[in-house]
């Protein structure tokens, strides 16, 4: 006769079994759709992202790139900031525990949309694009530092993170329009002008990085800078900027007369933003480059990103979101 004592270690009851439950339940209370909780994500997502440029940007305008001299550790023997370290230490290590509340977002927002990887929303490939992104930059962040803040370097910190908001504003347009179809609405010449518009936006906010790499800011007393003519480089960053404004107000009439109300909402938003960053430009350089008004110039560098990357989707879509059907129907109507 028997005398073998169930040990609770069988497959359905052991600890694997009881995580596979754990896991079942957890993903039986993920969303199906992209709903209230996903959409809030996503925003959530867009805002951090920003955030954490403004905070990049305070670490180098105050001098405090070097405030934490090493990484992953602040100093050799410790992984936070010590008292000896002031507050430049404080502000450094501060943007560096930024980087967690990015994590944690970026894991809700995988789960949040692990279900919805196969509905054609394109939502999990992008939350995990962002996901991958954020230790990408801090990777760079570690080198930015071990390279004694190399400009070129810190300069691909910033470019990444306005790829990382592009993404974003993606993610935010997608959950917010789960189920619209992608199709061209606007005319051929249209797109095109739109196409360039993205073009130079790209191109100012990227000689705009050249530019920031040449002056003042470098994030602490001893950093390098890329050797280049600020003063000059001030001017050539103005160039695109200028043919940008051109470009939007071309585009935004445009929409116009194609009749895109979408289209025309998120260029005037463009334009609208595009019209501060000039401004907030030009007194910057006519006061002797301020920190606070750089550090604005350099998030809305990424609200500008946000703008465009809006513009870009509106192209695509629903007739009846652009309210179209209405519109561009008379004759079928009368035929009828």
Known sequence: MSNSVDTGRSPSGGFLGQLALVWRRIHDRLPIDANRRVRALAWTTLAVQTLIVGTGGAVRLTGSGLGCPTWPRCTADSFVNTP?????????????????????????????????????????????????????????????????????????????????????????????????????????????????????????????????GSGPHAGDSGAA????????????????????????????????????????????????????????????????LPGILVGTHMVLACVLTSAMTAVLLSLRGSPAAEGLVVERQPEASIAD
Not at 154 to 162: I, K, P, R, T, W
Not at 249 to 257: K, M, P
Not at 281 to 288: D, F, K
């Open 84 to 212: 000896e370290m002031g507050i430049h230490g404080v502000i450094e290590f501060g943007n560096r525990l930024l980087t967690f509340l990015l994590v944690i977002v970026a894991i809700l927002t995988f789960f949040a949309v692990l279900r919805l990887r196969n509905r054609g929303y394109g939502l999990f490939s992008l939350a995990l694009a962002i996901g991958l992104g954020i230790p990408a930059q801090a990777i760079i962040g570690g080198i930015s530092v071990r390279t004694q803040l190399n400009p070129y370097v810190v300069g691909l910190h910033f470019v990444v993170s306005v790829v990382l908001v592009a993404l974003s504003t993606v993610l935010v347009w997608r959950a917010c329009n789960p189920r619209e179809p992608r199709a061209n609405l606007a005319p051929r010449w249209v797109r095109g002008l739109t196409l360039t518009t993205a073009v130079f936006a790209s191109v100012t906010i990227l000689v705009g990085i050249v530019t920031t």
């Open 225 to 288: 800078r890329n050797g280049l003519d600020s003063e000059f480089l001030q001017h050539v960053h103005s160039w695109p900027a200028y043919a940008l404004l051109v470009l939007t107000i071309a585009l935004y009439l445009s929409a116009r007369r194609e009749r895109l109300p979408r289209t025309v909402r998120y260029t005037g938003l463009l334009l609208v933003v595009l019209a501060l960053q000039i401004v907030v430009g030009l007194a910057q350089a006519r006061l002797g």
